[in-house]
């Protein structure tokens, strides 16, 4: 089964990646500010960077959530969109910020997860704290109006007929969409050419716009275009199919076992006090709660989540193991392995 949340069974792996994840998930605070500036937090407006371009599910729902928290807060909560490298340029901006509780990251995996396995970043895993997980979400995979295929077995007869000739737009090299789009190619026998944009919000556009020929995109970016004459949706790539697309199969209703979803939370630099961490997880937690914002997110095609820091860092602990293996299996160089 092809989850993001499997443990992958190579020792050496977990043994090199358990030291950073310790202090990230165990120690999740490294230097305290006094009780009485943490009590009072947040006393200013707060940044929320997010590190893909404006208009993507991640900017999407960072808005939502922000929104609800600067009400229930009493501060702003801005938010600043520092796209690029799948996430690597919001990431070191976050890494280097103060840790005092005026910078938060609102991000998937690829900025924190997968970058420092496939870059040599001024960064690493453990420059972050973690604090809550706001959403799940699962990909949607579309392709361009023009191709004859309406359906997904339809498609990968078109595609086995026509090897090389299909491209797909991802939201960067080693980000999720690329492996997410890498695994179903391999396991469907698909032979495409890989077209990297610098976020979900491009690659998104390139498909509707005709540009590339196959997307996988989140539920938020093409939903919205169920009913449109510029794409047509095929599958989804979540366990069950959605609610809000009940006609729309999933991937595992053709290859059984096949599920990979992501997940948007919000992340700190490291040093940020731990009693500002579990305010900020604390007021997550519940904002995600709200029957609106559970419903927002529903409409977008994400499953509202919530987590507390620890089970965060145990998330990050597994999907670290994950992504290390998918990214293997795409044939993707890793910096680990040049560094042997």
Request: aromatic share 8%.
């Amino acid at each position: 089964m092809v989850r993001p949340f499997h443990v992958a069974k190579a020792a050496s792996l977990r043994a090199r990646i358990c030291g950073a994840f310790v202090a990230l998930g165990l120690a999740v605070a490294g230097t305290a500010l006094p009780r009485a500036e943490a009590a009072d937090w947040p006393a200013r407006p707060v940044t929320v960077t997010v590190p893909y371009a404006a208009g993507g599910m991640a900017d999407v729902i960072a808005r939502l959530v922000s929104h609800h928290l600067s009400q229930r807060l009493g501060q702003p909560f801005i938010i600043d969109n520092r796209g690029g490298g799948a996430g690597a340029i919001g990431a070191i901006q976050v890494a280097n910020a103060p840790p005092d509780g005026t910078v938060f990251m609102f991000t998937s995996p690829s900025a924190i997860v997968t970058v420092p396995m496939l870059q040599r970043v001024p960064y690493e895993p453990a420059s972050f704290v973690p604090i809550s997980i706001v959403a799940n979400l699962p990909f949607i995979l579309g392709i361009k109006a023009s191709l004859p295929p309406k359906t997904l077995a339809d498609f990968i007869s078109y595609a086995h007929a026509n090897p090389g000739k299909l491209n797909y737009a991802s939201a960067g090299v080693g980000g999720i969409s690329h492996l997410v789009s890498s695994l179903f190619l391999k396991k469907a026998g698909i032979d495409a050419v890989h077209v990297p944009y610098k976020s979900a919000a491009p690659a998104t556009a390139a498909l509707l716009s005709g540009e590339v020929d196959m997307n996988f995109g989140g539920a938020p970016e093409l939903m919205q275009h169920l009913n449109s004459d510029r794409v047509t949706i095929l599958a989804t790539s979540s366990a069950k199919r959605l609610p809000n697309l009940p006609n729309i199969p999933t991937i595992g209703e053709l290859y059984s076992g096949f599920e990979v979803n992501t997940w948007l939370a919000f992340v700190a630099p490291r040093g940020t006090p731990r009693e500002i961490i579990d305010a900020m997880a604390r007021a997550t937690e519940e904002t995600v709660g709200f029957s609106d914002v559970a419903e927002r997110l529903h409409s977008l095609g994400a499953v509202p989540a919530g987590s507390t820091p620890t089970e965060f860092a145990e998330v990050l602990l597994r999907d670290r193991a994950f992504y290390a293996d998918a990214i293997k299996s795409a044939g993707i160089p890793m910096v680990e392995a040049k560094q042997r």
